[in-house]
């Protein structure tokens, strides 16, 4: 059974940071493509950062530059460094590990940027 448990979530201060991880169980985090979902109240689900398998890495017009998605294969951990927040980048934080075109979803982390 896979499971996937984000954590690193809080409120932070414009221009801050903070690092998202995402623990997994019942997958070798290595051998899928791994996402990072987000999604503010009122709007759509956003693709925020992807890591191939290859460790190929990919980003949203709107994080690129200020966050970068890795993996710990050996904790068989998923992060994502998150630089100059913006309130515009409060939102629920969810890891997803891919199958196919659809995936495995942890419960998500509540990340708020608020002076």
């Known amino acids: 059974q896979v499971q996937l448990v984000e954590s690193g979530g809080g409120l932070v201060q414009p221009g801050g940071s903070l690092r998202l991880s995402c623990a997994g169980s019942?997958?070798?985090?290595?051998?899928?493509?791994m996402r990072w979902y987000r999604q503010a109240p009122g709007k759509q689900r956003e693709l925020v950062a992807s890591?191939?398998?290859?460790?190929?890495?990919r980003y949203s017009d709107s994080v690129k530059g200020r966050f970068t998605i890795s993996r710990d294969d050996i904790k068989n951990t998923l992060y994502l460094q998150m630089n100059s927040l913006k309130p515009e980048d409060t939102a629920v934080y969810y890891c997803?590990?891919?199958?196919?075109?659809?995936?495995?979803w942890g419960p998500g982390t509540q990340v708020t940027i608020s002076s």
């Open positions: 997803v590990r891919m199958q196919g075109s659809s995936g495995y």
């Open positions: 019942g997958s070798i985090f290595s051998m899928y493509n």
């Open positions: 890591i191939e398998s290859s460790g190929i890495t």
